[in-house]
């Protein structure tokens, strides 16, 4: 049974910095691309970054270009999300997702605010 599970959400001050993480079970972790999503109140979900198997090409949605950096540890079985440089408009709940039984994670919240 796929599982993904995030962590290290939270709430930080415009200009802060998180790193999220998502450990995943069930499978063999370093042959599938993992991504992260994003979804706001009243939103639409939001493609945030992509990485493939092994790390060697990553790839970012605009507003993530710059200030985002998705990363992995196959050894770990772990995904992560460096944000930096955080705005009020990346308030959100966080999922990770791979294409391994379409499987998402729970969600993790970042709220950013003064």
């Known amino acids: 049974q796929v599982q993904l599970v995030e962590s290290g959400g939270g709430s930080v001050q415009p200009g802060g910095s998180l790193r999220l993480s998502c450990v995943a079970s069930?499978?063999?972790?370093?042959?599938?691309?993992m991504k992260w999503y994003r979804q706001a109140p009243g939103k639409e979900r939001q493609w945030v970054a992509s990485?493939?198997?092994?790390?060697?090409?990553?790839d970012y949605a605009d507003f993530a270009k710059g200030r985002f950096t998705i990363s992995r540890d196959n050894a770990k079985n772990t995904v992560y999300l460096q944000m930096n440089s955080l705005k009020p408009e990346d308030t959100a709940e966080y999922h990770c997702?791979?294409?391994?039984?379409?499987?998402w994670g729970q969600g993790i919240q970042v709220t950013i605010s003064s």
């Open positions: 997702y791979t294409t391994k039984d379409d499987a």
């Open positions: 990485i493939t198997p092994s790390g060697a090409s990553v």
């Open positions: 069930g499978f063999t972790f370093s042959w599938y691309s």
